[in-house]
């Protein structure tokens, strides 16, 4: 346990939450719920007893897991629960049939909309025999105990590197260098800096002490521009963001979900792509991300001409190798998707002009300090910092890395994983990105009011990068610098 933590822990054997991990607790919502929700799929069949016994012993090993939140007073901590059972945590599933893909996503969308308990420790996985010739898990973590990054190096803890060991990561080592992973991970875009979790804290300090005259009077916001400084103007910028384009997918969201993944694209041609173009992979990836959205809108009829999508983008704000620490520790940035553009290489670049602005951006700081403010200001407070978060943003995006060599769980070979992160306020698209053995796979969570087939989005990204492979291929080389869009329209005309 952090030293931090240990000097809060009372007599009663409570500890004290933090301020930003309070704020994702106060953040649920019945339309969004704060919760992680994971699906790993399997060559074999997993026998439960197996699957609960690495579970206790690699999960349930974090005392963090065996703890349920608490408020008293006032005040959030994390106390035991003394009835902790395994067996309440790690539950078997059945699918109607025919038991397959289709069925395995309806559950997987019931299950992202079904609360966690609070009455014991907000976690649960759940196990599905026979699927697919193997077997399925969904996994659900309510995001107060940790972010994607942590989560996901808490999952690799379980992991073995082959069918009976030895683990593949235990949770206490320092994770290996990834530079396959570390090309494409959206949360690696800015290097963890140095004391910059303590000053997102006192910048929530201060802003809770301000209230939310900030927010809420843009003449305040004018004049705080006016006052130089990088931080101050980056108040000033978001104080004043216009929201993005109006879509189908912005709206009053509701309680229904609905979640899809793709199959995975190779990573290596990926990467290929991205080099060719002088691009990053997550430039790549983006970019298909935003040809999937525009072509679902033009399918369903609706004009993309000038559409642009803005989406929250999680950022990691600590050193990967102590992930395992748990907690929240991670800000975000606006990134502004171009849907509008029809090229395909002009929009790489326009995504990749857009992720360069942002590199050295005080915006994931801020983010970490309105969190801390969330969490430890009064409930009006959140509210208010919470819709000016959201308001201007129509989806959620994260990319996560994963490990680039096949994993076994409780003895099955994990074929594939996906995940999706939860949404906040009204937002109801959540897009995500995992890369594994030297695979990369999408993820779309939608809400079902405003979009009810995510499929056909997701069902989009493998076309759109191919799309992108043969405008490239087609165009004229060999060249220096950036591909002519121009060229490239000539090139597919």
Not at 221 to 229: D, K, R, S
Not at 249 to 258: D, L
Not at 467 to 473: A, H, I, M, P
Request: aromatic share 6%; net charge positive; proline share 7%.
């Amino acid at each position: 346990m952090p030293a931090r933590a240990k000097r809060r822990k009372s007599s009663t054997g409570r500890v004290k939450i933090s301020a930003v991990d309070t704020a994702w607790l106060r953040m649920d919502r019945p339309q969004n719920l704060m919760m992680i929700t994971g699906v790993l799929l399997f060559g074999e069949r997993i026998a439960l007893p197996r699957l609960r016994k690495v579970i206790g012993e690699r999960f349930a090993v974090f005392k963090r897991f065996r703890q349920r939140p608490v408020e008293i007073a006032g005040i959030s901590f994390w106390q035991d629960d003394p009835a902790f059972d395994i067996a309440r945590h790690v539950v078997a599933e059945s699918l109607p049939p025919p038991g397959g893909r289709a069925q395995l996503q309806s559950l997987a969308s019931r299950l992202a909309t079904t609360p966690l308990d609070p009455a014991h420790p907000m976690w649960q996985f759940h196990l599905i025999d026979r699927y697919d010739g193997g077997s399925a898990l969904i996994a659900r973590i309510h995001h107060s105990y940790a972010d994607g990054i942590a989560l996901v190096r808490v999952m690799l803890s379980m992991t073995d590197a082959s069918r009976d060991g030895p683990p593949a990561m235990p949770f206490a080592a320092r994770a290996p260098k990834a530079a396959d992973a570390g090309d494409d991970v959206l949360a690696q875009l800015f290097a963890p800096l140095s004391g910059v979790v303590a000053g997102a804290r006192k910048l929530g300090a201060t802003l809770v002490e301000k209230g939310a005259e900030v927010w809420s009077d843009p003449a305040k916001a004018v004049a705080l521009a006016t006052q130089g400084g990088a931080l101050t103007a980056e108040i000033a910028k978001l104080a004043l963001m216009p929201q993005d384009s109006p879509t189908r997918f912005k709206g009053r969201a509701g309680v229904a979900k609905c979640l899809s993944w793709t199959d995975p694209l190779p990573l290596a041609e990926v990467k290929t792509i991205g080099k060719a173009l002088d691009a990053s992979v997550n430039d790549v990836l983006l970019a298909c991300v935003a040809g999937a959205l525009r072509g679902y809108l033009i399918d369903k009829g609706d004009d993309a001409t000038g559409v642009m999508m803005r989406a929250l983008v999680p950022v990691n704000l600590r050193p990967i190798e102590k992930a395992y620490k748990l907690g929240n520790q991670f800000g975000l940035v606006f990134l502004d998707l171009p849907i509008g553009i029809e090229n395909p290489i002009e929009r790489l670049y326009a995504v990749r002009a857009n992720m360069n602005a942002l590199k050295g951006s005080f915006q994931p700081v801020l983010a970490l300090g309105l969190l801390a403010a969330m969490g430890s200001g009064p409930k009006a407070l959140q509210d208010v910092l919470l819709e000016s978060l959201a308001r201007n943003a129509s989806s959620v995006m994260t990319n996560v890395p994963g490990p680039q060599q096949p994993l076994y769980l409780a003895g099955a070979a994990i074929k594939s994983l996906m995940f999706w992160v939860p949404q906040s306020g009204d937002i109801g698209m959540g897009v995500s990105i995992i890369s594994y053995d030297g695979a990369v796979q999408f993820g779309v969570i939608t809400d079902e009011g405003l979009c009810p087939d995510p499929d056909l989005i997701s069902a989009r990204f493998a076309s759109e990068f191919e799309k992108l492979v043969l405008t490239t291929l087609m165009a004229p080389w060999p060249r220096t610098g950036d591909l002519d869009p121009a060229d490239a329209e000539a090139a597919v005309a």
